[in-house]
């Protein structure tokens, strides 16, 4: 009996270390209005993940919808946000462990081109 309460407080203590969830997040908001100058970069992504080893101890930092974003926007050089964003949680199971991710995809776009242009043009007239 001993070993069986033994066994429930233990896994009643790691299964309060199950804290990733998705939640709400936004980073910045832009209106149609504000993107209209903006150019594609092309798409990235990003992915933030925590092990479970025997499928219940965790291993590393909870999965955050934050350093997946961090993530996505720096693939590409010059990227000031991403567009069409699909946040989504995925759980990868394998043989002693699995894996909970977090993954962030979208379309990386920036103002820096078309302000470079624009500085040009300002500079002809």
């Not at 969830?21 to 903006?38: I, K, M, N, Q």
């Not at 992915?47 to 997946?68: D, F, M, V």
């Not at 000031?80 to 962030?104: K, M, P, Q, W």
Request: with cysteine.
């Amino acid at each position: 009996m001993e070993m069986r309460t033994l066994l429930l407080l233990i896994a009643c203590a790691l299964a309060g270390c199950q804290s990733g969830h998705l939640g709400s997040f936004a980073d910045h908001s832009y209106t149609s209005r504000e993107t209209a100058g903006s150019t594609a970069l092309g798409p990235a992504s990003g992915i933030a993940c925590q092990r479970y080893w025997l499928y219940l101890i965790p291993a590393g930092e909870a999965p955050s919808t934050q350093t997946a974003l961090a993530e996505a926007l720096a693939q590409h050089p010059n990227t000031d946000f991403l567009a069409n964003v699909t946040v989504e949680s995925r759980a990868s199971v394998h043989f002693g462990y699995l894996d909970d991710c977090i993954l962030v995809e979208g379309e990386a776009r920036s103002f820096a081109k078309n302000e470079a242009k624009l500085d040009r043009e300002s500079e002809a007239h």
